[in-house]
């Protein structure tokens, strides 16, 4: 059985798993790192620690298999990670050796030391983003579904106005499903499809 839940302090492991195991364009990404905390630094961990109240997960027999992340004012987030999450992981991986990291680790480094903002024409329109990940034991049961409706009522009853997010154009399931839940394709950039739903 499978119950979606609010998150818990003691879910942040399970944050950085599936986001690692989830990483390639929903495939595991294991094999293209060494660091398996890196790429959960960018896009699970810090919602956890900074807005947990903003975190619902996924958990079966197993243990927690999926989550979805956000903040409901985006601008606003950024500015916390830029005083609160980024200066202690920018002065750690000033300390781990280069050799060490794969390529891929090092782009996420990269990232951490130059986070990329969202559009801003989109956040300025839909000023909410997500991160929704499963494991692949969950998929295909509406988890996903259940995920999104409980993040939506949330942003809903606290006056959010619209919500964004940002998928891989190679993740054809991530695509698929962000546009059969409500949500507009609104511009690609790079290899990044955004899309925004109004609430």
Not at 50 to 58: C, Q, Y
Not at 62 to 80: K, P
Not at 109 to 131: M, W
């Amino acid at each position: 059985m499978v119950v979606l839940r609010p998150y818990r302090e003691s879910d942040l492991e399970a944050l950085y798993e599936i986001c690692i195991v989830t990483g390639d364009s929903g495939q595991n990404a294991s094999p293209l790192h060494n660091d398996r905390k890196v790429i959960g630094q960018l896009y699970a961990a810090p919602y956890g620690v900074l807005e947990p109240e903003h975190v619902f997960v996924a958990e079966d027999d197993e243990g927690v298999a999926g989550y979805v992340v956000g903040t409901h004012d985006t601008a606003a987030f950024e500015a916390r990670l830029e005083r609160e999450w980024w200066p202690p992981l920018r002065a750690h991986y000033a300390e781990v050796a280069l050799d060490s990291l794969t390529a891929t680790d090092r782009m996420r480094v990269a990232a951490i030391n130059e986070p990329g903002a969202n559009p801003s024409d989109i956040v300025a329109s839909y000023p909410a983003h997500i991160h929704m990940n499963l494991l692949p034991r969950l998929r295909g049961q509406r988890v996903g579904s259940g995920l999104l409706r409980l993040w939506v009522d949330q942003a809903r009853a606290a006056g959010v106005r619209g919500i964004h997010l940002g998928a891989n154009a190679k993740n054809a399931g991530g695509v698929a499903f962000w546009t059969k839940s409500g949500f507009e394709p609104l511009q690609t950039i790079g290899r990044t499809v955004w899309f925004g739903m109004r609430l």
